[in-house]
């Protein structure tokens, strides 16, 4: 059974640093690409970052708002993708979710038809 399990949201204050990380069953890093997505109230999901299931297909992908603060990452032994998230924002706030799906070939953001398994997502609140 496929699954993602994401972790590590919380509470911070703006200039604070989270690390999300999300542990994938039933299949690997080497199966999917995987994007992490975030929704604020009242506001349509974003592609926030994802990363290619082969890194010869590229190098991630970064929402301009994230860019420089926020890292894609994966542990292949622990079959787990983390996003490490620094200098936070209170725009920041939002659930995160990761997805497994297509991260495009070109610098366009992931989008969510594209994904077909999804996590149940953890809430970022940042404080100002």
């Known amino acids: 059974e496929v699954q993602l399990v994401e972790s590590g949201g919380g509470l911070v204050q703006a200039g604070g640093s989270l690390r999300l990380s999300c542990t994938l069953s039933?299949?690997?890093?080497?199966?999917?690409?995987i994007g992490w997505f975030r929704q604020a109230p009242g506001k349509e999901r974003e592609g926030v970052s994802c990363m290619h299931r082969d890194e010869r297909d590229g190098h991630p992908y970064y929402a301009p708002s994230v860019k420089g603060r926020f890292t894609i990452s994966n542990n292949d032994a622990k079959n787990t993708v983390y996003l490490q998230m620094n200098n936070l924002k209170p725009e920041d706030t939002a659930v995160y979710s990761c997805?497994?799906?297509?991260?495009?070939?070109?610098?366009?953001?992931?989008?969510?038809?594209?994904?077909?398994?999804w996590g149940q997502g953890t809430q970022v609140t940042v404080s100002s």
């Open positions: 039933g299949f690997t890093t080497d199966d999917h690409d």
């Open positions: 997805a497994a799906g297509y991260c495009t070939l070109y610098d366009d953001p992931p989008q969510p038809y594209e994904y077909h398994y």
